[in-house]
């Protein structure tokens, strides 16, 4: 049972101020629910969650889990004077702690909110005290808490941070929020965030399987009806489980795990010791290795359930363009994890221009014999290639990704392991998390909500992806093409002197102006921007305007 924890900490951590530094100004401020400033003169401090929600089994984990309280919080502190060694890596101090929300929620403690404390030592073989994580890092208090550098990765982190979706109040608060703060080793101030740690509840599964809801869940021996709805529809499906599948040939594989199970799951659970669901079915989540002839997690779940139609409704689970069916079991109706730039994406006529399924594929596809759960996953550039932006990353019920015919947006080959390219793992520009420019998975900048988006317009004076150069670069260096995905330098000097190389590299400026020249999305600025030219007088760009020869010139080859 500790080779399990141990992987459970270490599989999970893969996936799943004003003033400069010579400040001593207090950073407590916040207690009211104002968002503290997060620049500085000489650095800039860039945290995020790593997938934009966590789920959890929520309040209850006396029957069985899946996922206990766990999220990942990521860092990049950035000196900004000089263009080389700009990662800060040691020689400061990296903490979060809680913070209010915009409504003045705080959350500073999740031992009373969950009984997941209770049965830890059952579930994952190791005795925690309340608060603390399976990582060993704290729910976020009043109180500030380390994060650590990780090499590999050129982050700073935290990680199995044990928060829940509920406030000190009682009240549920699926984004709350953490303060991140940089001091020196003197305990100067450099640089602060504040950031949201989501979470989720809502993978519960009452729609089909509490008791006396869909007749074609029904255990054999009838639905438990037990009295509390959190242990009911848990112990409808271990007695459902119990009707398709006879645990007895693994028992003493189990028992050698540390597991001593009953004859079944149900009295297994009933007779006080909660299931692990991942010690059968292998979970990369888990880290787990799960037994010979028994499907991983992921694809027991997916494929049992694609063809199932949900009460009240006419489509099944499988349906390629309802995000409604994966919200029935992810985090959800309430919830809408899916709220970054690509959730918000409509068609003319106002529905959803891009659903859950337009990148992952749908359920049958997630659920397909052999496919690597967590880590065969969409990437960027089956979207984002060629100067075009795709609503579709899959291209077939399969989920087979569209194949890039150029790597300008492309996640990393081979991470964080060969055969995988993750986008919550990849990095660009100046060894620049992803993540750390463009928001979290799900979460991606500009999001519908509005906490999400609290960082980039302290940062940059607007909502979306940090672009702005000056928010780590004192002075923002000159270059042609080795900007972010290629990018030149933007501003008043690229004004001024873009002509020769616009003359010599006419497709490399199509690329993102569009090949008629006249802008195209690639080419919209982010924000409301003034030029002077000594031909052409001042000229004033509204945010959004996509960039065209023909603003200034009659068209690319006009002198």
Same mark, same amino acid.
């Not at 529809?233 to 594989?253: E, P, T, V």
């Not at 579709?392 to 990393?412: E, S, Y």
């Not at 995988?420 to 991606?444: D, K, P, V």
């Given at each position: 049972?500790?080779?399990?924890?141990?992987?459970?900490?270490?599989?999970?951590?893969?996936?799943?101020?004003?003033?400069?530094?010579?400040?001593?100004?207090?950073?407590?401020?916040?207690?009211?629910?104002?968002?503290?400033?997060?620049?500085?003169?000489?650095?800039?401090?860039?945290?995020?969650?790593?997938?934009?929600?966590?789920?959890?089994?929520?309040?209850?984990?006396?029957?069985?889990?899946?996922?206990?309280?766990?999220?990942?919080?990521?860092?990049?502190?950035?000196?900004?004077?000089?263009?080389?060694?700009?990662?800060?890596?040691?020689?400061?101090?990296?903490?979060?702690?809680?913070?209010?929300?915009?409504?003045?929620?705080?959350?500073?403690?999740?031992?009373?909110?969950?009984?997941?404390?209770?049965?830890?030592?059952?579930?994952?073989?190791?005795?925690?005290?309340?608060?603390?994580?399976?990582?060993?890092?704290?729910?976020?208090?009043?109180?500030?808490?380390?994060?650590?550098?990780?090499?590999?990765?050129?982050?700073?982190?935290?990680?199995?941070?044990?928060?829940?979706?509920?406030?000190?109040?009682?009240?549920?608060?699926?984004?709350?929020?953490?303060?991140?703060?940089?001091?020196?080793?003197?305990?100067?101030?450099?640089?602060?965030?504040?950031?949201?740690?989501?979470?989720?509840?809502?993978?519960?599964?009452?729609?089909?399987?509490?008791?006396?809801?869909?007749?074609?869940?029904?255990?054999?021996?009838?639905?438990?009806?037990?009295?509390?709805?959190?242990?009911?529809?848990?112990?409808?499906?271990?007695?459902?489980?119990?009707?398709?599948?006879?645990?007895?040939?693994?028992?003493?594989?189990?028992?050698?795990?540390?597991?001593?199970?009953?004859?079944?799951?149900?009295?297994?659970?009933?007779?006080?010791?909660?299931?692990?669901?991942?010690?059968?079915?292998?979970?990369?989540?888990?880290?787990?290795?799960?037994?010979?002839?028994?499907?991983?997690?992921?694809?027991?779940?997916?494929?049992?359930?694609?063809?199932?139609?949900?009460?009240?409704?006419?489509?099944?689970?499988?349906?390629?363009?309802?995000?409604?069916?994966?919200?029935?079991?992810?985090?959800?109706?309430?919830?809408?994890?899916?709220?970054?730039?690509?959730?918000?994406?409509?068609?003319?006529? %106002? $529905?959803? &221009?891009?659903?859950?399924?337009?990148? !992952? #594929?749908? @359920?049958?596809?997630?659920?397909? =014999? +052999?496919?690597?759960?967590?880590?065969?996953?969409?990437?960027?550039?089956?979207?984002?290639?060629?100067?075009?932006?795709?609503?579709?990353?899959?291209?077939?019920?399969?989920?087979?990704?569209?194949?890039?015919?150029?790597?300008?947006?492309?996640?990393?080959?081979?991470?964080?392991?060969? %055969? $995988?390219? &993750?986008?919550?793992?990849?990095?660009? !520009? #100046?060894? @620049?998390?992803?993540?750390?420019? =463009? +928001?979290?998975?799900?979460?991606?900048?500009?999001?519908?909500?509005?906490?999400?988006?609290?960082?980039?317009?302290?940062?940059?004076?607007?909502?979306?992806?940090?672009?702005?150069?000056?928010?780590?670069?004192?002075?923002?260096?000159?270059?042609?093409?080795?900007?972010?995905?290629?990018?030149? $330098?933007?501003?008043?000097?690229?004004?001024?002197? !873009?002509?020769?190389?616009?003359?010599?590299?006419?497709?490399?400026?199509?690329?993102?102006?569009?090949?008629?020249?006249?802008?195209?999305?690639?080419?919209?600025?982010?924000?409301?921007?003034?030029?002077?030219?000594?031909?052409?007088?001042?000229?004033?760009?509204?945010?959004?305007?996509?960039?065209?020869?023909?603003?200034?010139?009659?068209?690319?080859?006009?002198?």
């Amino acid at each position: 049972m500790k080779k399990l924890i141990l992987a459970v900490s270490i599989t999970l951590t893969t996936l799943f101020g004003c003033g400069g530094g010579s400040s001593t100004s207090d950073d407590s401020g916040g207690d009211n629910g104002d968002i503290p400033p997060i620049k500085t003169d000489n650095y800039t401090l860039l945290a995020w969650n790593d997938l934009g929600m966590h789920c959890v089994d929520g309040k209850d984990y006396s029957v069985f889990s899946i996922l206990p309280p766990y999220n990942d919080l990521k860092a990049q502190l950035i000196l900004k004077e000089g263009n080389i060694d700009k990662h800060v890596t040691s020689g400061v101090t990296i903490t979060y702690q809680s913070a209010p929300s915009l409504a003045g929620d705080l959350n500073t403690e999740s031992a009373s909110k969950t009984n997941f404390w209770d049965y830890a030592l059952q579930l994952f073989a190791v005795k925690l005290n309340d608060n603390i994580g399976l990582a060993g890092n704290m729910t976020p208090s009043t109180a500030p808490q380390p994060l650590a550098y990780n090499n590999q990765h050129a982050w700073w982190e935290a990680d199995g941070i044990p928060i829940m979706n509920y406030d000190d109040n009682g009240k549920k608060n699926y984004y709350p929020m953490v303060k991140v703060v940089a001091r020196d080793v003197v305990g100067n101030l450099l640089a602060t965030a504040q950031v949201v740690l989501p979470v989720s509840d809502e993978m519960d599964c009452q729609q089909c399987h509490a008791s006396n809801t869909h007749i074609n869940a029904t255990p054999k021996n009838g639905w438990v009806n037990n009295a509390n709805p959190l242990k009911d529809f848990k112990l409808n499906i271990l007695r459902r489980h119990d009707d398709k599948h006879d645990i007895s040939h693994y028992l003493q594989a189990l028992q050698a795990n540390g597991y001593h199970y009953s004859s079944s799951l149900y009295e297994t659970a009933i007779q006080g010791t909660p299931i692990l669901c991942a010690i059968c079915h292998q979970s990369n989540a888990l880290g787990t290795n799960g037994f010979n002839g028994i499907p991983p997690l992921t694809t027991a779940l997916h494929a049992l359930h694609a063809n199932v139609t949900l009460p009240k409704s006419s489509l099944t689970l499988n349906d390629d363009n309802n995000r409604d069916s994966c919200y029935a079991c992810h985090p959800g109706a309430t919830t809408e994890c899916l709220r970054g730039a690509m959730g918000k994406a409509k068609a003319p006529d %106002g $529905s959803p &221009l891009i659903e859950c399924q337009s990148c !992952h #594929g749908n @359920m049958s596809a997630v659920g397909q =014999h +052999g496919r690597n759960g967590w880590f065969d996953e969409p990437d960027c550039q089956s979207c984002h290639q060629a100067g075009m932006r795709h609503t579709t990353a899959v291209i077939d019920d399969a989920g087979t990704l569209r194949p890039a015919l150029d790597k300008r947006f492309a996640t990393n080959d081979n991470t964080p392991l060969v %055969g $995988s390219n &993750l986008y919550r793992f990849s990095r660009g !520009h #100046g060894e @620049m998390q992803c993540s750390a420019c =463009h +928001g979290s998975t799900h979460a991606i900048y500009p999001s519908s909500h509005e906490e999400d988006n609290l960082q980039s317009i302290a940062l940059q004076g607007h909502s979306g992806t940090i672009a702005e150069c000056t928010v780590c670069h004192a002075t923002p260096p000159w270059t042609t093409n080795q900007g972010p995905h290629g990018m030149h $330098s933007i501003g008043q000097r690229w004004v001024d002197e !873009h002509k020769e190389y616009a003359e010599h590299n006419t497709q490399s400026c199509a690329e993102c102006h569009g090949a008629d020249f006249r802008g195209s999305f690639l080419s919209k600025t982010f924000s409301a921007r003034s030029f002077m030219t000594e031909e052409w007088g001042d000229k004033n760009f509204s945010a959004g305007h996509p960039i065209s020869c023909y603003d200034c010139h009659n068209g690319p080859y006009d002198d």
